[in-house]
């Protein structure tokens, strides 16, 4: 199950610096001017989870598999991208296929670095990309309920279904609200996903700030934080170029850096944390002799489903799972030691997976 978040913002904002790090390559070009980033990069990064490591050790497994995560670097967009201004369809035909918006923030003084406004102001800029998204929605919108007139006239349940969601999401962009405001049922949920609103997705706004300010942050920073928390979304403070220098580094030689700096861990690792956390993932673990190895679902999936993850047959030919708690299996030693102490659990086809799980699936091949 793969998850991709788009890393974007204005121009010059440390766009391809941040992702320059995540991934630990150099392939996305980062340069002093609008635009160095035509086509988006993608990069798969390991989620960072220190239980991973610990059960691989108990169980002396000989490879250990990270979760992974996708992220995206994509163009800078200026202001008129709903028009098509810039590169600005480009720009919505890549975030549109994204499941969540890593919003860089330039938080940074440098005479150096040109900003494409002439000023350093990341809620402005926040708010132009966020108007640029809205406009482009609210044009989407429009043209597919002129498609869809005769098949709601007609009666078609689907075609309803969507005019309703549309009408709700129109109303929202029309008071100057992302679509990610409006209250969706249970029922409408996988209806409004594919909608594909732009505004729909979550957002998590990440405040580039100088090196000398990545464990404090600054005043910019903190104005972010506190518009963060109005709209209800997430926010970390990294310095990219911090970020890009620990890449380099080896990590015995990358943690005495971040302690030199007064940082306890990069500001990478809390990055893709809140981008769990933004999509509502968790993990859960499968651990033998052969690889220790973590998984991807999003919280509340049941256990044949969390099966599907790994292949389909699992998902389809379900029997049970053999379930250990992250703390049982750590505490007690194992899964052997797990199952003599009474604590290895039999859960069925209605089994909510938690985090943290250790799993044995059986299934009919």
Not at 72 to 91: M, P, R, Y
Not at 200 to 210: E, G, R, T
Request: charged share 25%; proline share 3%.
């Amino acid at each position: 199950m793969g998850f991709k978040v788009g890393i974007v913002g204005l121009p010059n904002v440390g766009k391809s610096t941040l992702f320059n790090a995540l991934t630990r390559t150099a392939a996305a070009q980062a340069a002093n001017f609008p635009f160095c980033t035509i086509e988006p990069n993608v990069g798969e990064v390991a989620v960072p989870d220190a239980r991973l490591d610990r059960l691989a050790a108990i169980a002396k497994s000989k490879q250990v598999i990270p979760a992974r995560m996708t992220f995206v670097d994509i163009a800078g967009l200026v202001k008129g991208a709903s028009k098509g201004e810039g590169l600005g369809n480009q720009f919505l035909a890549n975030i549109r296929e994204t499941d969540a918006i890593a919003h860089v923030l330039r938080c940074f003084e440098d005479d150096d670095v040109t900003h494409v406004e002439g000023r350093v102001d990341p809620v402005a800029d926040a708010e132009t990309i966020e108007t640029e998204l809205m406009l482009a929605d609210l044009e989407s919108i429009e043209k597919r309920l002129q498609n869809i007139v005769r098949k709601v006239r007609g009666g078609d349940k689907e075609a309803i279904q969507q005019e309703r969601l549309m009408q709700q999401a129109k109303a929202m962009l029309e008071q100057g609200k992302p679509a990610r405001l409006v209250e969706v049922d249970a029922e409408d949920a996988k209806a409004w996903q594919m909608l594909q609103l732009l505004t729909s997705k979550p957002i998590l706004y990440v405040c580039n700030v100088a090196e000398d300010e990545a464990a404090t942050g600054n005043e910019q920073s903190a104005r972010v934080a506190r518009m963060a928390e109005e709209q209800g979304a997430a926010h970390v403070v990294i310095s990219a170029r911090i970020e890009e220098e620990i890449a380099q580094l080896e990590p015995e030689e990358a943690g005495m850096f971040l302690s030199e700096l007064g940082l306890e861990e990069a500001g990478l690792d809390r990055m893709i944390r809140a981008g769990y956390e933004l999509l509502r993932l968790e993990t859960y673990f499968t651990v033998g002799p052969k690889e220790a190895r973590a998984w991807t679902i999003r919280k509340g999936t049941h256990a044949p489903q969390a099966a599907g993850v790994i292949h389909g047959d699992f998902e389809r030919g379900f029997i049970r799972a053999e379930t250990i708690s992250y703390e049982d299996f750590v505490t007690l030693g194992g899964e052997q030691a797990a199952k003599d102490a009474g604590r290895m659990r039999v859960e069925g086809k209605s089994y909510v997976v938690k985090d943290g799980d250790v799993l044995h699936f059986l299934f009919n091949a």
